[in-house]
């Protein structure tokens, strides 16, 4: 155990002196604190080879302050990780790290090796800490243990700021006090109904909290603590064998921004007390990967309950301040715009983001959150050259079938007074640059055939929003390389 760091020997032959190689080797004449700078850069495997360079080397790695124990190493050093961070923790001087992060397959035996490596963080006032049972990387073994209780010695970790938890099982009881802690993520989790309120009672500085894919199999309960003033809350639940019974009950009475990403995947969403103006993203990109989530039929989604529970959510957020939507949930408000059922109404929302393609059945949902927004002021299209489609059968296009050329012009008697408030209008898009101005018009000029997907619609769109919005005061283009703004008055 105690050799899992020590550098192989090597059997070449040094001609050299020690006193010429010292007079070459400027690096390691350098001061302490300066060395430290270059070794905290490296990764752990090769940080520690640098045992080899010189004398001034040999014992530096016991003074890191950015340790990263991860499979790489394994590959590298062909050492295990169990073994080579017991041996780092009982040799490293450093009075502080900043960053300790260990991923490995856990079994039974390790957990109290894994936990003493917690208490180990506290003592050396870790800023950001990193803990992964169930390293995807090696798949050398199916085998793992998760079930992590923070050790009773830690009561207190005052000098933690960001948190990482993967597959490990909490208790709430014997997590410590985090008066610093910022960021939570927490991945693959069994979480109990209480569990979320103690963590945000004991961490009153925590502004960012992740979930992802926690509480596979049950309901998850995400109550925040009324004395937290967390700012951001990300539900991240991907596409796995979720239990068909599971919902989600989230309760933040003062939360101030909510995102759902990648998919809607639970059977019931929930929405309890919520913060007025709290800021809404849905950013559900792989719903148009799920079965029945981009079928549409002529009576509408073929798996109604995607639809469903999207819009119910959707509802939810009309005090929202900001909000945005990706093209799955655009062609969702579509097929309401359509059918004649668009009754959403927001009226607190001032800020409105559309990552869409332009594509054709998006225009009816973008008709629609125009005019459901009456006291918009800034509103950004992000476009998205890599949008996908629902698929529209054949019954459904033929039925509500629309000339996209003509669309603007046939909105323009049902909005009347919408977009009296709207004063900037940006449109983000992929491409590198702009055009030279020219004495084309401002929409011909950044929107051409070879510029961007949806140029056509792209056109339309912005005319239309000039003739109608009366105080429109600035018009913003981006791109990755270029910002352009255009002052209308």
């Known amino acids: ?35 430290l700078i270059i070794l905290n850069k490296l990764p752990m495997e090769d940080a520690v080879a640098t045992t080899l360079v010189s004398r001034t080397w040999r014992d530096l790695w016991k003074l890191a ?54 208490t180990f963080a506290a003592k050396k006032h870790v800023e950001e800490l990193y803990i992964n049972l169930s390293d995807r990387d090696d798949d050398r073994s199916k085998n793992m243990y998760s079930h992590l209780c923070f050790p009773v010695p830690v009561l207190s970790f005052s000098s933690l700021m960001k948190l990482t938890l993967k597959s490990v099982r909490l208790d709430v009881d014997s997590f410590p006090n985090c008066k610093s802690l910022q960021e939570l993520y927490l991945e693959n989790l069994e979480l109990p109904n209480d569990e979320i309120r103690g963590i945000t009672e004991k961490s009153p500085a925590l502004q960012v909290l992740r979930l992802v894919k926690c509480n596979m199999d049950q309901d998850l309960s995400v109550e925040i603590s009324p004395n937290s003033d967390l700012r951001k809350l990300i539900i991240d639940d991907e596409f796995m064998v979720f239990n068909k019974e599971n919902g989600i009950f989230i309760d ?14 639970r059977r019931r969403y929930k929405i309890g007390r919520m913060g007025f103006g709290t800021e809404a993203r849905f950013s559900l990109g792989m719903m148009f990967r799920k ?26 957020f009309r005090t929202a301040k900001v909000l945005e939507l990706c093209s799955w949930c655009i062609q969702i408000l579509s097929i309401l715009k359509v059918k004649q059922q668009d009754n959403l109404l927001f009226n607190a929302t001032t800020h409105l983001v559309l990552n869409t393609g332009l594509k054709i059945w998006e225009l009816p949902g973008i008709a629609l959150l125009l005019m459901a927004c009456p006291k918009l002021e800034n509103l950004v299209i992000v476009i998205n050259d890599q949008a996908e489609e629902l698929e529209f059968n054949g019954a459904f296009q033929r039925r509500y079938a629309f000339e996209p050329e003509f669309f603007w012009i046939d909105q323009e008697a049902s909005f009347t007074d919408c977009l009296q408030q709207l004063a900037v209008v940006e449109f983000r898009i992929s491409h590198d640059n702009f055009i030279e101005a020219t004495d084309e018009s401002i929409e011909e000029q950044f929107f051409y055939e070879d510029n961007i997907q949806g140029y056509s619609a792209g056109v339309e769109l912005l005319k239309f929003l000039r003739s109608k919005s009366i105080n429109l ?17």
């Open 1 to 35: 155990m105690g050799s899992a760091l020590k550098p192989q020997k090597s059997g070449r032959k040094i001609s050299e002196t020690g006193h010429e190689l010292n007079q070459k080797d400027f690096i390691s004449r350098l001061p302490e604190d300066i060395l």
């Open 65 to 118: 302050s950015i340790v990263d124990f991860s499979y790489r190493w394994v590959q590298v050093r062909r050492k295990e990780i169990h073994r080579s961070v017991n041996h780092f923790v009982r040799r490293h001087h450093g009075r502080n790290i900043k960053r300790f992060s260990v991923s490995l397959r856990c079994r039974k035996r390790m957990v109290p090796d894994v936990q003493s490596w917690v």
């Open 252 to 265: 933040a009475p003062k939360l101030r921004r909510i995102e759902f990403l990648p998919g809607i995947t």
């Open 291 to 316: 079965l029945g989530a981009c079928k549409a039929t002529s009576n509408g989604l073929l798996n109604s309950r995607c639809q469903l529970n999207f819009l119910n959510l959707l509802t939810k």
């Open 473 to 489: 005061a600035k018009l913003i283009f981006t791109t990755k390389k270029q910002q352009c703004q255009i002052c209308l008055k």
